[in-house]
T-cell receptor, first 112, second 112 residues
Framework: GDSVTQMEGPVTLSEEAFLTINCTYT??????LFWYVQYPGEGLQLLLK?????DKGSNKGFEATYRKETTSFHLEKGSVQVSDSAVYFC???????????FGTGTSLTVIP | GAGVSQTPSNKVTEKGKYVELRCDPI?????LYWYRQSLGQGPEFLIY????????DSGLPNDRFFAVRPEGSVSTLKIQRTERGDSAVYLC??????????FGEGSRLTVL
């Protein structure tokens, strides 16, 4: 069945460092791909998404490109800030857009 | 309200007791989801409603778990004869557009 595998954490970076969080997926058909973020004490919220191959999702300086050939959707940011400290979840939705599968989450801590 | 509201935010109960968790989705959202998140894990799908009906309840772990959405808005997740293994954060999400979920902050259930 459909699933998502993401890089295990925790990840600790200094402010202004480059961030990559790896995510690969297994799916039949043509899934949509997402990154959700959970800040401390808050609910999950959508960070970015891509609905078809080669699409790039971007938001708040974060980017991820839907790579069908490598079944990946890696999250990147060129210069992280302390405020980016959170748990990041990779997810996919199936063909219908109604069923979602989440990765286990990657905790990011950015230190000044 | 402006976002998805879940009550209670915390619930501590004894093994064997009955528990109800409530979700008030974003007004107008026809789709409503329940997920369960254990420590260090990603959200695990439980059930999905489209309107009043359960479109997919394949994630409910056993017959102790049941959910309703009688008027197509508020939903209640019901857990009978709670067990210690039911301890987790129960997340509710709603959606008006296939492929984008809006999450509440969750209800943390602790079964002693």
């Amino acid at each position: 069945g459909d699933s998502v595998t993401q890089m295990e954490g925790p990840v600790t970076l200094s402010e202004e460092a480059f961030l990559t969080i790896n995510c690969t997926y297994t799916a039949t058909g043509y899934p949509s791909l997402f990154w959700y973020v959970q800040y401390p004490g808050e609910g999950l919220q959508l960070l970015l998404k891509a609905t078809k191959a080669d699409d790039k999702g971007s938001n708040k300086g974060f980017e991820a490109t839907y790579r069908k050939e490598t079944t990946s959707f890696h999250l990147e940011k060129g210069s992280v800030q302390v405020s980016d400290s959170a748990v990041y979840f990779c997810a996919l939705s199936d063909n219908t857009g109604n069923q979602f599968y989440f990765g286990t989450g990657t905790s990011l801590t950015v230190i000044p | 309200g402006a976002g998805v509201s879940q009550t209670p935010s915390n619930k501590v109960t004894e093994k064997g007791k009955y528990v109800e968790l409530r979700c008030d989705p974003i007004s107008g959202h026809t789709a409503l989801y329940w997920y369960r998140q254990s420590l260090g894990q990603g959200p695990e799908f439980l059930i999905y409603f489209q309107g009043t009906g359960a479109a997919d309840d394949s994630g409910l772990p056993n017959d102790r778990f049941f959910a309703v959405r009688p008027e197509g808005s508020v939903s209640t997740l019901k857990i009978q004869r709670t067990e210690r293994g039911d301890s987790a954060v129960y997340l509710c999400a709603s959606s008006s557009t296939p492929g984008e979920l809006f999450f509440g902050e969750g209800s943390r259930l602790t079964v002693l």
